[in-house]
Structure formats: structure tokens, C-alpha cells
């Protein structure tokens, strides 16, 4: 009875390679989001996505792209892997009009 | 535009003894202030959060914070501390969808 899931929950992979991470959310929520989260604990928002619109903050690299098969569903690929998008990135879901968000349990991705 | 300050990066505090984690914003509107807690290796978990109601908020595990408009806070408080509360702490601020999150407090709890 999940809430909001994220797979895989750890991902290592060489740089220069492309990888997904999926998420899912069984809440019937309607906007979806990516956030990153550096070494330093910092949280920091990467795309919001409901049915209607992609926000996009304009630090993120355009290596990144959300794609979102579903309502329930919102994954992030990323092109050509840096050592710097090491990372534990989460996935977050809300009510559309509500300000909680419920969150994924993070996944760890390293970039060797 | 919204922001959130989380004035200790690290706090420690023993076992049994009171917790104050501080947090101010800054907001336009009349924000959703909220704690989450991480602990180590885990995901981010809700531990309150106020929304425009009481301005004394009770969340898990014993925390409660208060918001206050005149102080622009919304500090975090346990009166005993656990050694299980030792953990990274952040204070976010939303606004209409928008979340943005403190840099985080790590909170050690010393035996």
C-alpha cells in the first residue's frame, strides 16, 4: 500500500551512460515532482508535472527529462551521466491546490 | 518569491533534554509551513505541518512548532529528546504547489 514509489532504490552507473528512474503514485494525485538532493542535504526542486502543464526549473540541465506515461506515473531520464548528477533524487506527489506533498523513499544514484 | 532559513545547520542535544530546531521564512502569501524528517538512508517523512489554522501545530513523536506571523518562525520543539530522533531535519515553506526546503538541520542526540 505504497504511496508513493520510487525504482530502483540505488542505481550505479558509468558516466556518459543513459538511465531512468521510475516513480509511481497510488493517491490519485494530480501533479507530480522531481527533486534532487545534493551531498549536502540541500533539497532542490527539478520539474513539477501535472496533465497540463511541465514546469521546469531552468538550472536543470537539459540532459534530464521527466516523461510521464500516466497520471500516476511521472519518471526521469537522464542522458549522458555526469559525476555530478551523483545524487539522491525524490519523487513527490500532491493534490492539485494543496500545498503537502508526499514524498518517495529517495533513490541513490552514483556515477562512477 | 518564498524562502525558507534554518538558522543551525547542527544541533545536539543529550538524551531527555529539550529540542529547538529554528526555522524563519519569508512569503508573499500566507504560506504551508512544514517539518520533515529524514533519517539516515531513508526517504522524507512528514512530521507536522501548519496550514492557515491553530498556530500551535502537534505532529509525530512528541514535536509539535508554532507559527509565528510577528517572527516570521516556525521553530520545532520536543521537550525530551530521543535517541532515536537523531536525524536531518527540514523546514519548508509552499506556496501554491511550490515547495522550498531549509538546508536542513542534523540533530544528534547524545546518550
Known amino acids: 500500500d505504497t504511496a508513493v514509489s520510487q525504482t530502483p532504490k540505488y542505481l550505479v552507473t558509468q558516466m556518459g551512460n543513459d538511465k531512468s528512474i521510475k516513480c509511481e503514485q497510488n493517491?490519485?494525485?494530480?501533479?507530480m515532482y522531481w527533486y534532487k538532493q545534493d551531498s549536502k542535504k540541500f533539497l532542490k526542486i527539478m520539474f513539477s508535472y501535472n496533465n497540463k502543464e511541465l514546469i521546469i526549473n531552468e538550472t536543470v540541465p537539459n540532459r534530464f527529462s521527466p516523461k510521464s506515461p500516466d497520471k500516476a506515473h511521472l519518471n526521469l531520464h537522464i542522458n549522458s551521466l555526469e559525476l555530478g548528477d551523483s545524487a539522491v533524487y525524490f519523487c513527490a506527489s500532491s493534490r492539485r491546490g494543496e500545498s503537502e506533498q508526499f514524498f518517495g523513499p529517495g533513490t541513490r544514484l552514483t556515477v562512477l | 518569491a518564498q524562502s525558507v532559513t534554518q538558522l543551525d545547520s547542527h544541533v545536539s542535544v543529550s538524551e531527555g533534554t529539550p529540542v529547538l530546531l529554528r526555522c524563519n521564512y519569508s512569503?508573499?502569501?500566507?504560506?504551508?509551513l512544514f517539518w520533515y524528517v529524514q533519517h539516515p538512508n531513508k526517504g522524507l517523512q512528514l512530521l507536522l505541518k501548519y496550514t492557515s489554522a491553530a498556530t500551535l501545530v502537534k505532529g509525530i513523536n512528541g514535536f509539535e512548532a508554532e507559527f509565528k506571523k510577528s517572527e516570521t518562525s516556525f521553530h520545532l520543539t520536543k521537550p525530551s529528546a530521543h535517541m532515536s530522533d537523531a536525524a536531518e531535519y527540514f523546514c519548508?515553506?509552499?506556496?501554491?504547489?511550490?515547495?522550498?526546503f531549509g538546508a536542513g538541520t542534523r540533530l544528534t542526540v547524545k546518550p
Open positions: 493517491l490519485g494525485h494530480d501533479t
Open positions: 519548508v515553506v509552499s506556496d501554491d504547489n511550490d515547495m522550498r
Open positions: 512569503s508573499s502569501y500566507s504560506p504551508s
